[in-house]
């Protein structure tokens, strides 16, 4: 049967599929647009199942706070290539997905995948995606925080984003100062009493080793190793490092002279393995 030009473009605008594949999926529809809509996400998810040995490491990654900023959340959106990622299109999809999950305070990605957006579940039209680009599309990453203020910030190009919670409303700019700190320098928790037990004791571990190998006396390797801990502390807990903006103060000592009383109380960063 004959398939308009116009049924093409507007089942390509619903569907984001390329042309061919829209006239195709009419033809096999014949002429029934809503069926043609099925066949284009059955052949989309046909598709993600023959993509889905691939590693879809590049992509998209967001941070954006709730209009009461007291809730933030961190997504990232994966796909093969980063031309893909760049695309407006790709990033506009990921904005989308985080705002409705800031809207919902979804609090983990099983929420996000399972969230109707559009009369479609989230989860569904990401698989859809892999049919529409051609390339393995992966949601692959949510997290959330809450306080009584949350700063967001994403590193320019989108592979890296990080939120900071704060115990009371703080300066937006020193809000950011913190959260890039984050960025640029990995910290592994707030304060030294916040590391995980099994980190402080590796790193005790492996200072130990290191002294003995150096030759320094059985007896002297708690004590030395114990300054070691203490360097590991000073440079990856976010209190004590030095603030990349002014290294002659802690970042303690920054939001100690912005505000006495404000503490940071969680943070998350995360960064695309690129």
């Not at 900071?164 to 304060?191: L, N, T």
């Not at 099994?198 to 190998?213: D, G, P, S, T, Y």
């Amino acid at each position: 049967m004959d398939i308009s030009t116009a049924d093409v473009v507007k089942l390509r605008k619903a569907t984001g599929a390329g042309m061919m594949d829209c006239k195709n999926a009419l033809t096999e529809a014949e002429g029934n647009f809503d069926r043609a809509i099925e066949i284009i996400r059955e052949k989309g998810k046909l598709v993600a199942s023959k993509r889905a040995d691939r590693e879809s490491t590049e992509g998209v990654v967001l941070a954006k706070v709730s209009e009461d900023k007291c809730f933030g959340a961190i997504v990232s959106l994966n796909s093969e290539t980063d031309f893909v990622a760049k695309n407006e299109k790709f990033i506009a999809l990921t904005t989308k997905i985080l705002d409705h999950a800031i809207a919902n305070k979804c609090a983990n990605i099983t929420e996000v995948k399972a969230l109707l957006m559009d009369g479609r579940t989230i989860g569904e039209q990401v698989l859809e995606q892999t049919g529409i680009i051609g390339e393995k599309i992966d949601l692959s990453y949510y997290a959330c925080i809450e306080a009584a203020n949350v700063v967001p910030y994403i590193h320019s190009g989108n592979k890296l984003a990080t939120l900071v919670g704060f115990s009371k409303e703080i300066d937006y700019q020193a809000g950011r100062d913190v959260a890039m700190q984050i960025a640029a320098m990995s910290p592994v928790a707030v304060d030294n009493a916040d590391v995980a037990p099994e980190i402080v004791e590796q790193e005790l571990k492996i200072a130990k080793e290191k002294f003995r190998l150096e030759g320094k006396p059985e007896a002297m390797l708690d004590k030395i190793a114990q300054g070691a801990l203490n360097k590991f502390f000073k440079d990856n807990t976010l209190l004590n490092q030095e603030f990349v903006k002014d290294n002659k103060m802690t970042i303690h000592q920054y939001l100690t002279s912005v505000d006495k009383d404000v503490k940071v109380t969680t943070f998350i960063r995360f960064t695309l393995n690129v």
